[in-house]
């Protein structure tokens, strides 16, 4: 199956109040993984490479194409999205891969440059038919603490999507990236006003502190893509260690990789249900365009 396009499986769950996964890929075993766990679901996934894992391969290319090729064999309709990219030039390179989407980061600059850099960014992108998506306000966990006083505010955010063109926008409601355990507090509230006031999709990013029940509520509540990564590292490590502690002559990567890959897969159909992800009778068009708003 072709890549479909970011904007139109998103544009599709907002429509249907249906939330999207979008999934880490770190190693090969995740894109695989993360493919096969959507089609158990019948649901559509977005697969993402972020900045941090095109510098742990040493470039975009050799993750980059893997995780392309996986999903251009899936069954269920894929797109495939960098994430997280403060690098203008990453984001070039992404979308001359064939990338569906980018998510450029210029949250930790002052609004009015955040706002200048970032819509230069989504004229490039527009004008090869690919997907942006953008931050503000400030997830925690990567160079600081989440606290209140930095989280989105609705008035600010629908100015900000205006002044950028941008085609989704992540937005700080309470999570924090690289949470191990899963109870963050999540503002419904304000959740709510956001969806009232942003006229594109929403996204929840560090999903992985989230509980059950409260992704399903954030979804109810207004969010569309919602990025789970250390969740899934948390499940594929558990089991490789699992696996080599139950036979310490295991040598063969294959027989320690393989199952963790075979539990990501099903943690990855069990979260898109959580999201209330399953495609309609029907699904929705394979196109490759991302449909920028």
């Known amino acids: 199956m072709p890549l479909t396009g970011t904007g139109v499986i998103a544009t599709a769950a907002v429509a249907a109040a249906r939330g999207v996964g979008a999934f880490n890929v770190i190693q090969l075993e995740h894109a695989q993984a993360i493919v096969a766990g ?3 679901a019948g649901a559509p996934v977005i697969l993402q490479v972020s900045e941090n894992a095109v510098r742990y391969h040493g470039a975009l290319a050799p993750i980059g194409a893997a995780t392309l090729t996986v999903a251009c064999a899936a069954k269920v309709p894929v797109a495939v999205h960098l994430d997280h990219a403060t690098s203008v ?3 070039h390179e992404a979308v001359e891969s064939g990338f569906t989407s980018v ?3 210029a949250s930790v600059l002052a609004y009015e440059e955040n706002v200048r850099t970032t819509a230069e960014v989504v004229e490039h992108c ?3 038919g690919v997907w942006v998506e953008a931050e503000l306000g400030e997830v925690g966990g990567k160079d600081g603490v989440h606290v209140p006083g930095v989280r989105t505010d609705p008035a600010e955010a629908a100015a900000f999507v205006a002044a950028t063109g941008v085609d989704a926008l992540a937005v700080a409601v309470g999570t924090s990236h690289a949470m191990l355990t899963r109870d963050a507090a999540l503002d419904f509230e304000l959740i709510g006003r956001l969806r009232e ?3 594109v999709p929403l996204v929840l990013h560090g999903s992985s502190g989230v509980a059950d ?3 399903t509520a954030a979804v109810d509540a207004g969010m569309t893509k919602v990025n789970i990564a250390t969740h899934l590292n948390q499940v594929f490590t558990t089991t490789v260690r699992r696996t080599l502690a139950d036979d310490a002559r295991l040598v063969d990567t294959r027989r320690y990789l393989g199952p963790a890959r075979t539990a990501v897969a ?3 159909a069990r979260l898109l249900g959580v999201l209330k ?3 309609p009778t029907g699904g929705l068009s394979h196109d490759r365009r991302s449909q920028p708003a």
């Open 103 to 105: 998510m450029f980061d």
């Open 266 to 268: 099903a943690e990855v």
């Open 38 to 40: 959507a089609e158990a």
């Open 126 to 128: 527009h004008a090869a």
């Open 277 to 279: 992800a399953t495609l």
């Open 213 to 215: 029940k409260d992704l």
């Open 89 to 91: 030039e990453l984001v």
């Open 197 to 199: 006031a942003v006229p």
